[in-house]
């Protein structure tokens, strides 16, 4: 089972359509979770965090089962500059001594909002 | 503005050559690391530093080498050794307290022929 599996995609979706992204991570050690946002050859850049009782901040909306190693990212009311390749992040195992993880990342999931 | 700096944003070298990819940051952040993408892969790390003269390996370090002389900077140098160096190369940094959090620089596009 791959560390970190996403929807494959490529989602195509209208403007002001909701999309959701799903995520699963085999390493039950894992502590922290993340969404980032990559741009057509650009770097990665931080969406959210992901927490246990959930999160939202503007259209975005993520949530988290630990039990069922789970993580989603709801985007409500696309915009067109919402197109982009999104990563599901977990961490790993930690850096010995050092209290530092080493983050794992999704092969992501490309959107493309149409007009 | 505070942010990580990579160059030259795209290289080109033939094959048997190293070559080095800079990577500075103005963040005070004191963990770095390096990051290989392929197309329709995640990314993999290389290499990683949580402090100067200090740094380990990552999942694929084979082919590649760094060094940490000062907490601004992380070069990555791609030996002829690295079978399939082609790829899009990009520099991470993070604070201590928020290790989790990386930033990122805009990446280097190494192409070897």
């Known amino acids: 089972r791959k560390e970190v599996e996403q929807d494959p995609g490529p989602f195509n979706v209208p403007e002001g359509a909701t999309v959701a992204f799903n995520c699963t991570y085999s390493n039950s050690a894992s502590q922290s979770f993340f969404w980032y946002r990559q741009d057509c050859r650009k770097e990665p850049k931080l969406l959210m965090s992901?927490?246990?009782s959930g999160n939202e901040d503007g259209r975005f909306t993520a949530q988290l089962n630990r039990a069922s190693q789970y993580i989603s990212l709801l985007i409500r009311d696309s915009k067109l500059s919402d197109s982009a390749t999104y990563l599901c992040v977990v961490t790993g195992n930690p850096y010995s001594g050092a209290g530092s993880y080493q983050l794992t990342f999704g092969k992501g999931t490309k959107l493309s909002v149409i007009p | 503005d505070g942010g990580i700096t990579q160059s030259p944003k795209y290289l080109f070298r033939k094959e048997g050559q190293n070559v080095t990819l800079s990577c500075e940051q103005n963040l005070n952040h004191d963990a770095m690391y390096w990051y290989r993408q392929d197309p329709g892969q995640g990314l993999r790390l290389i290499y990683y530093s949580q402090i100067v003269n200090d740094f380990q390996k990552g999942d694929i370090a084979e082919g590649y080498s760094v060094s940490r002389e000062k907490k601004e900077s992380f070069p990555l140098t791609v030996t002829s050794a690295q079978k399939n160096p082609t790829a899009f190369y990009l520099c991470a940094s993070s604070s201590r307290e928020y290790s989790y959090e990386q930033y990122f620089g805009p990446g280097t596009r190494l192409t070897v022929t």
């Open positions: 992901v927490y246990s």
